[in-house]
């Protein structure tokens, strides 16, 4: 499903060398199409040591190659992550299991975005699960 997302670039203007702001529309090809969600969700580093804690989040929209969660955690990108989902929001019984949210998987960090909101910091995480 495309997606239209505007870039701005700067270019010399053909007066004198004053710049000027060209607006141009590129679509970007999305390889799944976003669920939305509201699912709670609690996820920690997928590592050896003892020395990880879990954080609790939210599943914003999913897809079956990822997922967009926030959590209070700064999660780094290139981390797994193993996440589970808590509470799955009310879904009608026909849907297909491709269309839900996964249970449990092992997922990699691809960004991370800090977001604040009065005084509280989270981070909007993009995951790309590990098949």
């Known amino acids: 499903m495309p997606h239209t997302h505007e870039i701005v670039h700067a270019a010399g203007g ?21 669920n939305a969600t509201e699912a709670a969700i609690t996820c920690r580093p997928f590592a050896s040591n003892g020395d990880v804690c879990a954080s609790d989040g939210v599943m914003r929209n999913f897809s079956s190659q990822g997922s967009y969660i926030e959590t209070s955690q700064k999660f780094e990108p290139g981390a797994i992550l193993i996440m ?48």
């Open 14 to 34: 053909p007066h004198g060398g004053k710049m000027q702001e060209v607006m141009e529309k590129k679509e970007i090809e999305r390889a799944a199409p976003r």
């Open 84 to 131: 589970r989902m808590v509470r799955y929001p009310p879904m009608p019984a026909f849907i297909a299991d491709e269309e839900r949210p996964r249970s449990i998987c092992l997922a990699d960090v691809k960004w991370r975005q800090e977001l604040v909101d009065e005084n509280v910091t989270r981070y909007g995480i993009g995951l790309r699960y590990l098949d």
